[in-house]
T-cell receptor
Framework: KAGVTQTPRYLIKTRGQQVTLSCSPI?????VSWYQQTPGQGLQFLFE???????NKGNFPGRFSGRQFSNSRSEMNVSTLELGDSALYLC?????????????FGQGTRLTVV | DQQVKQNSPSLSVQEGRISILNCDYT??????FLWYKKYPAEGPTFLIS?????DKNEDGRFTVFLNKSAKHLSLHIVPSQPGDSAVYFC??????????FGKGTRLHILP
C-alpha cells in the first residue's frame, strides 16, 4: 500500500508569490490534514478535509487555503508569501476524521521563501 | 496559547534505561491523546495512543500514562534503544477532532 505522497519535496519561492502544495493520501483514506512545522513552533494544525469538506481550521491567516478533490487528493495554497512562511508543510491522511484515528504522514514539502 | 506543552526540548538517556517523555495539556475537553515519533527528513509516525477514559496503554516497550486530574501524560520507553533517538510529539484531540501537537522533545539515546 503506497504511503502519503507530497509534492514537491522542496520549493523555493520569492516573497509575494503564491504556492500550491499537493498531497495524495493513502488509498481509501478520506481525511487529509495539513500541518506547518517550524523549529520554534513545532507542528501547527492548518486545516482538515474530509470527503471534500473542510472540517476544521487552525489559527492561520486567510492567505492559507486548501481544498480536497473527489479522489481525496488535497492541495494547499499560500498566497502573498512571507518570509515567515518558510517551513516544512506536512500532510497526514486517515481513514476517518483524524481525531481518534491514527494518521499517516507524508515526508513533507520544505518551502523556503526568499 | 499553547494547549499541549512539552516542556523539555531535549532528553538524553542511557541505552537500556527507561526514557520518560512528559506532556501537559490545558484543555479538559481533549478526549484522545497520541504520541508520534519523527526522524529527520521523514514525516511523523504514529507510536501509541490513549483514550481519556483510560489511564494506561501499553504496546511492547512503549507505555503511555494519563493523569486526567493533573492534565498530564507521559510516554515510557523501556528499555531504550539507539533507534529510539528521534523527536517525540505529544498530540491531543478535542471533541471536534482537531489535533493539537506539542512542540516536541528530542530524545538522545546514549551508548
Amino acid at each position: 500500500k503506497a504511503g502519503v505522497t507530497q509534492t514537491p519535496r522542496y520549493l523555493i519561492k520569492t516573497r509575494g508569490q503564491q504556492v500550491t502544495l499537493s498531497c495524495s493520501p493513502i488509498s481509501g483514506h478520506r481525511s487529509v490534514s495539513w500541518y506547518q512545522q517550524t523549529p520554534g513552533q513545532g507542528l501547527q494544525f492548518l486545516f482538515e478535509y474530509f470527503s471534500e469538506t473542510q472540517r476544521n481550521k487552525g489559527n492561520f491567516p486567510g492567505r492559507f487555503s486548501g481544498r480536497q478533490f473527489s479522489n481525496s487528493r488535497s492541495e494547499m495554497n499560500v498566497s502573498t508569501l512571507e518570509l515567515g512562511d518558510s517551513a516544512l508543510y506536512l500532510c497526514a491522511s486517515s481513514s476517518l476524521p483524524s481525531g481518534d484515528t491514527e494518521a499517516f504522514f507524508g515526508q513533507g514539502t520544505r518551502l523556503t521563501v526568499v | 496559547d499553547q494547549q499541549v506543552k512539552q516542556n523539555s526540548p531535549s532528553l538524553s538517556v542511557q541505552e537500556g534505561r527507561i526514557s520518560i517523555l512528559n506532556c501537559d495539556y490545558t484543555n479538559s475537553m481533549f478526549d484522545y491523546f497520541l504520541w508520534y515519533k519523527k526522524y529527520p527528513a521523514e514525516g511523523p509516525t504514529f507510536l501509541i495512543s490513549i483514550s481519556s477514559i483510560k489511564d494506561k496503554n501499553e504496546d511492547g516497550r512503549f507505555t503511555v500514562f494519563l493523569n486526567k486530574s493533573a492534565k498530564h501524560l507521559s510516554l515510557h520507553i523501556v528499555p531504550s534503544q539507539p533507534g529510539d533517538s528521534a523527536v517525540y510529539f505529544c498530540a491531543a484531540s478535542d471533541l471536534d477532532d482537531k489535533i493539537i501537537f506539542g512542540k516536541g522533545t528530542r530524545l538522545h539515546i546514549l551508548p
